[in-house]
């Protein structure tokens, strides 16, 4: 059973759109939500995280919405690029313990 | 900034032999995680180690070992390896909360 779900699981903006990827999960004890973002054949690289006492970061083009009653979050990528065409995961933390991933959504932006 | 290391890049194993997948962490992380990943599919949870001393463990196979050294570097130990074990394999480390991904291991089996 998936503890994170996320969607979509494939994503086409054009350049300049805005790409929206949505995750929720149901266990509680989760206090850490980090973005990754992962080419074909390398590591998922930190984006960017958020910890569930804050509704809203942001960082320079991507920002997560956090909503802790739904069990909700989501990335929003501003101004999408062809460079930021890649896989991102969402992710959930309890208490310092490991990463569960979400099942990833493929994004591809197209020029 | 030093990143996770993990060696070897790629490796190419046949069915039954046995295979030692190595990580480096980022220097002063405490935490080390090893991650399974089959194509187009989302990480999956290995085994985590904090301070030397396994901390969790995940869908790893009764086939497979990880162990922490001294030196904080980890070593992810795969025999009698099968087909459905090609994949990459990636390891993290982590200080608090935030976890860096090394580049990952293209395991073959063939």
């Known amino acids: 059973q998936q503890q994170v779900k996320q969607s979509p699981q494939s994503l086409i903006v054009q350049k300049g759109g805005i790409s929206i990827i949505n995750c929720a999960y149901e266990n509680t004890a989760f206090d850490y939500f980090p973005w990754y973002q992962q080419f074909p054949g390398k590591g998922p690289a930190l984006l960017i995280a958020i910890r569930p006492d804050v509704s809203e970061k942001k960082e320079g083009r991507f920002t997560i919405s956090f909503n802790k009653s739904a069990k909700q979050f989501s990335l929003h990528i501003m101004d999408s690029q062809p460079g930021d065409s890649a896989t991102y995961f969402c992710a959930a933390v309890a208490a310092g313990n490991k990463l569960t991933f979400g099942g990833g959504t493929r994004v591809l932006v197209k020029p | 900034a030093a990143g996770v290391i993990q060696s070897p890049r790629h490796l190419i194993k046949e069915k039954r032999e046995t295979a030692t997948l190595k990580c480096y962490p980022i220097?002063?992380?405490?935490?080390v995680y090893w991650y399974q990943q089959g194509p187009g599919q989302d990480p999956q949870f290995l085994i985590s180690?904090?301070?030397?001393?396994?901390?969790d463990k995940g869908s790893i196979p009764d086939r497979f070992s990880a162990q922490q050294f001294s030196d904080y570097h980890s070593e992810l130990n795969m025999s009698s390896l099968e087909l459905g074990d090609s994949a990459l394999y990636f390891c993290?480390?982590?200080?608090?909360?935030?976890?860096?991904f090394g580049q990952g291991t293209r395991l073959t089996v063939v």
């Open positions: 180690f904090y301070e030397k001393m396994q901390s």
């Open positions: 993290a480390s982590s200080l608090d909360a935030r976890a860096f």
């Open positions: 220097p002063r992380h405490d935490t």
